[in-house]
């Protein structure tokens, strides 16, 4: 049979395309080919399976069509035949020895269709067939141990010749022991941390640094000194179950490579290629970190990996080490997160109730299956007077009616070790929803198919937050109290961060005169927020606050109330831009919907730098 020739150009495309191993459709119409041909969509694929420590799997998914090279022809009907010659012609070929993968490990099918006739149709006139062909892997994967395997099948027709250049698939199969499972958070590590790490050794000087701690940097000579490319190993003393590691560092300025294990300190095994996203970089608190997660639970008593990274003697080294771990060797099913919060805003003025909240969780598995896992997810009310006694809270059950929970039944799938997240968020009418202590939703997970354990309820928290700022006002909003004989404050500020007189009483002595020393001035010295509290030492009907600033245009703060100085309500954010501040006489001034009784007010400041002359209050 003659072969169809390609132009140049297609020619040469065709052989690097084969040189890469990819190979997709190479042909092209051209007017010198009489032949009318049928062929494969796709010449060569690769396909990869990852050996864990359980279960064995992969994901390799072809679909591709059976094509005309020309638009004229009558019906051709296709069959692919497993042809272990083929597989041996390839190897001769390429100068490759791979052993031959067995059919009874390809699931050959029509696309969308598993149970169809294994035989495909090219309509009269059309170029590619009416179903495209499905290729995926079957059986017991953990059999294939060899590196790679190649197998073949050759194309059949009739109605049509087929190419013999372009009328053979081959799929080559890679194998790779891996443990290591792609993250994209923390929250997707199994288990938890141990606590106690002060019995672990490594084999480098002033290593007990490595177990205290969160992993934030403090001193460099506290911390053991290494060099770039240095094997560093750890001994955790016994053996733990261990899900995942959690290597500290210094911003961001040292990492670790070729991730190893053992039990007996003597031969070690590879966790896998941290490659392509192997290694997750992350922020725990303010530690730096770099976090390895694994498909099931490593039996082991060592690590070992190669330290990495710049300035490693200059002390950016690695400031800790941990790991996560589950306790038993049997499956158990638990949550990703343990707290999701929400508010629920109610509005005064307008009479409207709403909460912008959507949470979501996931169930978590330490063992894969080969099955996977089916967990629903129910909302428990009767949890709520154990947490509150636990956490000496006084929150109330959210009614049920207002939560919905969505996504449950949810699957785990075969090899995985998530769910699909189950979504959270709140429902129907929420102005009867106004508890000064906020209210509680726990949810609990379960499952027919494997125990959950301890960790198997979220706590679903919401707090209200009542809008009182109002916009738009052009006089001050009431009378401003003028004695304040009976008031005290308190801020948060580090006193290395006040400028001024640095006496915080300035800001409640009348004096507005912006003299540079009168007056209570604060740098947030990177604290997120910083909190100011006056206390009237009565109660006051307040309905409104003037803040006299050192810098008006770039000022904007929150304001809460309390009647006991230790529970405070939210009554919003005062801001320039939104309109929800006044500028009367050079201060920034807020108004509320209604005066509002309180023993306590709270401004919270946002702005980096901020220079405060006099706090006030007004009321009606």
Request: contains cysteine; hydrophobic residues 35%.
């Given at each position: ?22 190979q ?6 051209t ?32 679909v ?19 042809d ?5 012609a ?33 309509p ?61 958070s ?10 106690d ?65 053992s039990?007996?300190?003597e ?7 941290t490659?392509?996203?192997?290694i ?52 158990q ?37 080969a ?42 799938a075969p ?28 949810i609990?997970?379960?499952?027919s ?7 198997s ?68 010295n ?33 304001v ?41 007010i709270r ?18």
């Amino acid at each position: 049979m003659k072969k169809l020739y390609l132009s140049t150009f297609a020619a040469v495309a065709a052989l690097l395309s084969l040189a890469s191993c990819v190979q997709k459709d190479p042909y092209v119409e051209t007017i010198d080919v009489p032949e009318t041909l049928t062929y494969v969509g796709s010449t060569f694929d690769e396909a990869q399976v990852i050996h864990r420590t359980i279960l064995s799997a992969s994901k390799f998914n072809s679909v591709f069509p059976i094509k005309v090279n020309k638009a004229k022809h009558d019906e051709v009907r296709a069959t692919l035949v497993y042809d272990k010659d083929a597989a041996d012609a390839y190897n001769a070929k390429n100068g490759t020895t791979y052993p031959i993968l067995d059919e009874s490990y390809i699931a050959l099918s029509k696309h969308n269709d598993e149970a169809a006739a294994l035989e495909w149709t090219v309509p009269a006139g059309e170029r590619s067939s009416v179903d495209s062909v499905e290729v995926a892997l079957k059986g017991e994967l953990a059999d294939l141990q060899e590196p790679v395997y190649i197998a073949a099948y050759k194309l059949e027709a009739t109605g049509c010749a087929v190419s013999e250049q372009y009328g053979t698939y081959i799929l080559q199969v890679n194998t790779e022991h891996s443990l290591i499972r792609k993250i994209s958070s923390l929250s997707e590590l199994v288990g938890s941390s141990p606590a106690d790490r002060s019995t672990w050794t490594a084999d480098v000087t002033n290593y007990a640094a490595l177990f205290t701690g969160n992993g934030v940097y403090s001193s460099r000579n506290r911390y053991p000194s290494l060099t770039n490319g240095q094997v560093l190993t750890i001994d955790l003393q016994e053996e733990h179950l261990v899900t995942g590691l959690k290597i500290y560092n210094r911003n961001n300025y040292a990492g670790i490579s070729n991730p190893e294990y053992s039990t007996d300190g003597e031969t070690f095994q590879s966790f896998g290629n941290t490659d392509g996203g192997g290694i997750l970089t992350a922020r725990e608190g303010s530690a730096y970190l770099q976090a390895v997660a694994f498909y099931d639970y490593v039996p082991l008593r060592y690590v070992r990996f190669t330290v990495v990274g710049n300035y490693l003697s200059w002390g950016y080294g690695l400031t800790g080490f941990n790991i996560t771990e589950v306790t038993s060797k049997e499956a158990q099913i638990s949550v990703s997160s343990n707290t999701l919060e929400g508010t629920i805003v109610h509005n005064l003025a307008t009479d409207k109730h709403t909460s912008e909240f959507s949470g979501e969780f996931s169930a978590m598995t330490t063992l894969s299956s080969a099955a996977g896992y089916t967990v629903s997810a129910e909302y428990n009310a009767a949890l709520v007077a154990d947490y509150n006694s636990s956490n000496g809270t006084s929150y109330e059950a959210l009614p049920a009616g207002n939560l919905s929970i969505g996504g449950s039944p949810a699957k785990i799938a075969p090899g995985e070790m998530s769910s699909e997240p189950f979504t959270v968020s709140l429902t129907g009418d929420l102005s009867s929803l106004t508890a000064d202590a906020g209210y509680l939703a726990p949810i609990t997970i379960s499952s027919s198919d494997a125990p959950v354990s301890d960790n198997s309820t979220v706590y679903v928290i919401f707090k209200n937050s009542y809008v009182y700022m109002l916009s738009g006002i052009s006089s001050a909003p009431g009378t401003e109290v003028l004695d304040k004989s009976g008031w005290s404050v308190s801020a948060d500020v580090p006193s290395h961060s006040v400028y001024g007189s640095g006496n915080i009483l300035s800001i409640i002595d009348n004096n507005v005169e912006r003299d540079g020393a009168s007056h209570y001035q604060f740098y947030r010295n990177g604290a997120s927020v910083t909190n100011i509290i006056v206390n009237f030492g009565t109660t006051l009907n307040v309905s409104g606050v003037r803040v006299n600033p050192t810098d008006l245009p770039c000022m904007d703060y929150d304001v809460a109330f309390s009647t006991d100085g230790t529970n405070f309500t939210s009554m919003g954010t005062a801001s320039m831009g939104s309109g929800t501040m006044a500028n009367l006489n050079s201060d920034g001034v807020c108004a509320f919907y209604k005066a509002v009784p309180m023993t306590h007010i709270r401004v919270t400041m946002h702005s980096g730098y901020f220079g405060m002359y006099e706090l006030g209050v007004f009321t009606k």
